[in-house]
């Protein structure tokens, strides 16, 4: 056992784990029935995680009967250290008891200076040297609109370039740069036209139907074309997007070296690049930003989600050529949130003593295998996944005509039922991907062997029964 195995291990859970034989069954509670009522249409996850939720601890929930859950969303990857761990709560218990001031807008405190500190404590040396960091409004989105101003205006370009399966967030700006067609189509034009889109080195479903390094030399090429050739018809662009690790795309990474051929094509070009690391950053994917494993230096980097300890934060951090932007040209009310600070230092401070990108590439070595053992049972998983503890499996409809990479078509019909059989069984996993044909893992980073042991039996047994009602 690694040190920082045993020590998470140490950690107390109060929420009993589920029972070994659980197969719970759902009917609307009081509580889904008024929300279902009085909340917006446009609300999401009670849909297909129809829970109240009344308690929770480390990776385990509980709702309102009682009834206990693995958490393998963990707030869309927010939940670095699951719920309510020790160290996020004495952080903000702290801040209540010292009477520090809980809202400062940008003004600066102990707390905040410790917070951009351990921040850049983080990032890799080269990037830290020259570092920036802007305070945005609590979520992504609104530090993706940060970038998208940054960049422009420092380059006094307008255009951007993003790519298919990419997410940045729901702001009609963000929202632009979206590759997924569903959230926009009802809104007609997004402000703006400035946006260009690009295939992804999405290896199983390859754009060019290659896949393999011949298929990532081709996109590398296609993307060189276009930022070089005077009748491409594409204007030259004042920054790339981009995912190291697609997340709501299908939990896709990118090919390594595809990473380093974009950041070598971005540089010569004199074009911005920006990584979104909302979701995958802080040692989610067994690196503490998922670039670092391609060993590259953006020159934005878009955070959010776990910096903030589970409160919200969001930040941008850009290197310091970028940084001719004019006082006030990006603010936001509750950018000077104490707590999130607070909280967040505790995080990044645990993720580091504890050897946490260590203990997530290992359990994710553990779950991937388990994975490919219920795939000799199953064809319908189609491929396996990711890195680190960001996971997906891509389910498909073996008896469907293959694509021209030979590969069945996505078993869109299939994904949901998986996840209710999962979630009868006591564990909580989300969808994603073209069609929502993939199943996500996005466990906290905290999760022991034993506890991924567990979530690959009730995904195992869950694919029984969801095989079996088709």
């Known amino acids: 056992m690694s040190v920082a195995t045993s020590l998470i291990e140490d950690q107390p859970a109060r929420i009993a784990p589920v029972p070994a034989e659980t197969l719970y069954q759902f009917s609307e509670s009081p509580l889904l029935a008024r929300q279902s009522r009085q909340e917006s249409n446009a609300r999401s996850y009670p849909r297909r995680i129809p829970l109240a939720l009344k308690r929770a601890k480390g990776i385990y929930v509980e709702d309102v009967e ?82 998208l101003k940054l960049v422009r205006t420092a380059t006094g370009r307008s255009t951007v370039l993003s790519f298919q399966g990419g997410y940045h967030g729901m702001s009609q700006g963000a929202l632009s740069l979206m590759g997924s067609l569903g959230p926009k189509k009802p809104l007609g034009a997004l402000l ?89 950053g802080f040692a989610r994917t067994g690196k503490m930003f998922a670039f670092e494993h391609a060993g590259i230096i953006p020159d934005v980097v878009v955070m959010s989600k776990a910096i903030g300890g589970s409160l919200p934060l969001a930040v941008v951090v850009y290197r310091d050529w970028l940084d001719t932007w004019l006082p006030g040209a990006h603010a936001g009310t509750f950018r000077g949130n104490q707590m999130a600070m607070a909280a967040g230092s505790a995080v990044m401070r645990y993720l580091s003593e504890h050897k946490i990108c260590e203990h997530a590439t290992a359990m994710g070595e553990r779950l991937s295998e388990h994975l490919h053992i219920l795939q000799r049972d199953f064809p319908q998983l189609g491929d396996i996944r990711g890195r680190g503890l960001m996971l997906g499996v891509e389910l498909v409809d073996p008896n469907g005509a293959p694509d021209a990479q030979g590969h069945p078509p996505v078993f ?28 996500r893992f996005l466990p906290p980073l905290v999760i022991t062997a034993a506890e991924i042991d567990r979530v690959a039996d009730i995904f195992g047994r869950a694919m029984v029964a969801a095989t079996a009602s088709l």
């Open 66 to 147: 009682g009834r206990s859950f693995i958490d393998c969303l963990a707030g869309a990857g927010t939940l670095a250290l699951g719920h309510n761990h020790p160290v996020v709560i004495e952080a903000i218990q702290q801040v209540l008891n010292d009477e520090l001031p809980l809202h400062t807008l940008d003004l600066t405190t102990p707390v905040k200076d410790r917070f951009v500190q351990d921040l850049f404590g983080l990032l890799p040396p080269a990037l830290a040297a020259e570092a920036k960091i802007q305070f945005c409004g609590p979520t992504g989105t609104d530090a993706v609109e940060a970038a």
């Open 192 to 280: 703006g036209n400035g946006v260009q889109f690009m295939p992804y080195p999405y290896d199983y479903r390859c754009p060019f139907g290659l896949g393999g390094a011949q298929g990532v030399q081709v996109n590398l090429n296609y993307l060189e074309n276009l930022l070089n050739d005077p009748e491409a018809g594409v204007q030259l662009p004042a920054a790339v997007i981009v995912e190291a690790v697609q997340g709501e795309g299908g939990v896709i990474p990118a090919d390594l070296d595809w990473l380093r051929g974009l950041r070598r094509i971005t540089e010569q070009a004199g074009v911005a690049l920006i990584v979104d690391e909302i979701q995958s």
């Open 412 to 439: 869109g019909r299939l994904a949901p039922l998986v996840q209710r059989e999962c979630l009868k069984r006591g564990l909580i996993l989300e969808l994603g991907g073209r069609h929502g044909g993939v199943v």
